[in-house]
Every structure is written in structure tokens, then in C-alpha cells.
């Protein structure tokens, strides 16, 4: 996860900024992934007994975050621009490159490896492969339909069994069990509660048109 800040040079640093960062990081720990922040936070970290830049040094170490700037990016002298990230997120080449304003272009790369997804074999039926049509007329001549007067007779269990019986070998013979891979998704960090109410609504509403096409439905 990519973090931007900027923090207003033209601002005197206050505790409510240190507050507020604070609160950010607890947020981004929340998150099972590795973070990179990055931005212009207008404090002389160069400047070892700044209290400020002492406050924010404690702040990262808190979190177990790493800063990675060792050199001026500002006209001035001072590294006000940082590239922070986790303990164990890999940060290489990073170059203090030309000066854009008064500002350098920081330039680095990251290792960051997808994290693998586990995958199991699944037995399944093959729905696509259902013609309802045709299901529909083999099951009307099938001895579920076909002699109404001698269902009337049999038990309840019978019946049941019948159903059962019936409906499985339909189903057999027209959507079989298939063997197929099936890969977990790793859910999105910021995929929360109402991303997934809103891509659930979301997805009922393309089933409506799909049904009814019209309209009001689109």
C-alpha cells in the first residue's frame, strides 16, 4: 500500500499533526500488506536534536517503521522528503535525483512479492453445460412425474428417497460432477463491509436487466 503525505512548510509542526499521523499509522497496520510512505513532511530529520524531527524519529519506531533518506532534497539543505516503510519491506537503489522546484525527484525501487494464493481441488457440477430444456423433459418422463396416482400411495420417506434418486441421476446425465482447481482470492485491504454490500446490490441489479431487459431495469 502506497501512503502519500505533505505537511505545509508554511505551517508551524503542531501536536495535532503528530496526532493525526499517529492515528494514519494505526490505520495502515491494520492492513496485512506492506506499506510505503512517502511525501514531503517539511520536518529537518537531518537535524538529529530538532524536537520535532526526535518526535517523529520515536513516532516510526513505534510502529516498527524504517526511513530511508539519508540526504538533503530541499534547497535549504534539509531532507524533508521521506520514504518510510515497514521493517521488513525492501527499499533499493534509492537515488536523490535532480531537483524538480526547490525539491529533488526521489527515485527507488521496491521487492515487494505477491503473496501466494492457495488452490485445492474441487468436485463440482458442471452447471453451463445444463440445457434446461431438455432437463426439463427427461425429468416429465421420468417416474418423479410420470404416474402421479402412484406417488399418491408411497410414504413420506419413499417419496424422498424417490426425489433424491430421480434428481441425482438427472443431474448426472445432464450438468455431471466435474474435478476443477479452485484458486482462494485474497481479499483487498480496503475491500471492507461496504464494498462488498455495494458490489452485492450491484451485481443483483445486472441480474434483473439480464432477466427482464428493460428499461427502468437498466
Not at 510505503?36 to 517503521?65: E, K, M, T, W
Not at 524504517?66 to 520514504?83: F, I, K, M, R, Y
Not at 527515485?107 to 463440482?124: H, M
Not at 474435478?179 to 485474497?186: F, G
Amino acid at each position: 500500500m502506497l501512503f502519500s503525505l505533505y505537511r505545509p512548510g508554511s505551517q508551524a509542526v503542531s501536536l495535532l499533526f503528530f496526532d493525526e499521523l499517529a492515528v494514519a499509522f494505526e490505520q495502515l497496520s491494520a492492513y496485512n500488506c506492506p506499506v510505503i510512505i512517502c511525501g514531503d513532511f517539511n520536518i529537518h530529520v537531518d537535524q538529529r536534536d530538532d524536537p520535532h524531527a526526535i518526535q517523529l524519529d520515536q513516532l516510526l519506531n513505534s510502529f516498527g517503521y524504517v526511513q530511508h533518506v539519508n540526504e538533503s532534497t530541499h534547497d535549504a539543505g534539509h531532507t524533508l522528503g521521506l520514504v518510510i516503510t515497514n521493517s521488513d519491506t525492501c527499499i533499493v537503489d534509492l537515488i536523490v535525483s535532480d531537483r524538480i522546484s526547490d525539491h529533488s525527484l526521489i527515485l527507488f525501487r521496491t521487492c515487494v512479492k505477491k503473496p501466494p494464493t492457495d488452490s485445492q481441488w474441487v468436485i463440482r457440477r458442471a452447471w453451463r453445460r445444463l440445457s434446461c430444456d431438455d432437463f426439463a423433459s427427461d425429468l416429465s418422463a421420468s417416474r418423479l412425474c410420470s404416474d402421479l396416482k402412484l406417488l399418491a400411495s408411497m410414504s413420506a420417506d419413499k417419496l424422498a428417497s424417490l426425489h433424491r434418486e430421480v434428481m441425482t441421476d438427472q443431474l448426472d446425465r445432464h450438468c455431471p460432477l466435474i474435478t476443477v482447481r479452485h484458486r482462494s482470492k485474497l481479499s483487498r485491504p480496503w475491500f471492507d463491509f461496504d464494498c462488498r454490500q455495494a458490489r452485492r446490490k450491484t451485481r443483483a441489479a445486472e441480474r434483473r436487466y439480464w432477466i427482464t431487459r428493460t428499461e427502468d431495469h437498466k
